[in-house]
């Protein structure tokens, strides 16, 4: 008999694995936040991404928004991908940036960590954020990971395991996520999503799963219109193209197109109960910088660990798909297998 696949046992065992005893975000939030949270020394992991200089130019420029409250980037160990080329060349410029902006270089994680309150994990590269995580973690530092999570879903079941067992919140998002539209749509413009479409480039790197390189942030976007409860997907896969069917526990569907050629773009359409939703256009990261400095007041993080979990696990599964010649895969057999 196919067997159903049910939110609450995803979560119920997502919570299983991440530890016996489930905290609460506040007990979270309490734990580690620093005395100076309203005036925060952040630091940064990873200067091979343009994300590291759009937030610096954001925090630190001749007139940051009022609304960072002090919140300032003061440090940054450089090293984001050791060989994936697009990245490494990135990283000599990018230094050079920032340090204009008043951000000291360092030379590893731990002295970084000496002189702030809070991380922002940037490096593009998911493969090294299990290790370089945990040593965050363990000095109790509230920590922001920039996609992907890790390199493999079950390096991102363990950082948040190791986040729960240490009481560090931990906060991930692409910054698709907070696209005005989205948020609309999350927040009931059109009522009840009942479905969705969503879009973004998919280009690969060998090194990574499929979309946890760039795909991510169409997935990003379907699960922030739709929420999470998917239980099984199938994709069709070609060299241009990636499409990823997905059912929900309550039966909706929703759709994941990842594209490798044509127009470099992000969005979709919510399907609702009073109307349509176009999801679009994608404007920057000022969105995304916001509830990272949220979370780092609060210590709250605003999208779920069950939730992150159930996003990675889905690209996983759209993998194990692919592997499959596009049959249908159940995403609880997924996150099970991972957890081992």
Known sequence: MKRIFNRRHFIRDASLTLGALTLSNNVLASSHLPQNA??????????????????????NGSSPSDKYNGFKIVAAYPQGSADIESSVKRIPGYTEEVKKLGVEIVLSIEELLTKVDFILLETNDGRPHLEQALQVIKAGKPLFIDKPVAGTLHDVIAIYKAAEENHVPVFSSSSLRYMETAQDAAHGKVGKVLGADTYSPATLEKTHPDFFWYGIHGVEILYTVLGSGCKELTRTSTEQTDIVVGIWNDGRVGTFRGTRTGTHDYGGTAYGE???????????????????????????????????????????????????????????????????
């Open 38 to 59: 309203i005036s925060g020394r952040i630091g940064i992991i990873g200067l091979d991404t343009s994300h590291s200089v759009a937030f610096t130019k954001a925090l």
């Open 274 to 340: 009073k109307g349509n939703l176009v999801l679009g256009p994608f404007k920057g990261y000022d969105n995304l910088l916001d509830r990272i400095i949220d979370f780092f007041k609060s210590g709250i993080p605003p999208v779920s660990k069950e939730e992150t979990l159930e996003i990675y696990t889905f690209m996983e599964a759209a993998d194990e798909s692919k592997r499959r010649k596009g049959k249908t895969v159940l995403l609880e057999d997924v996150f099970k297998k991972a957890s081992h």
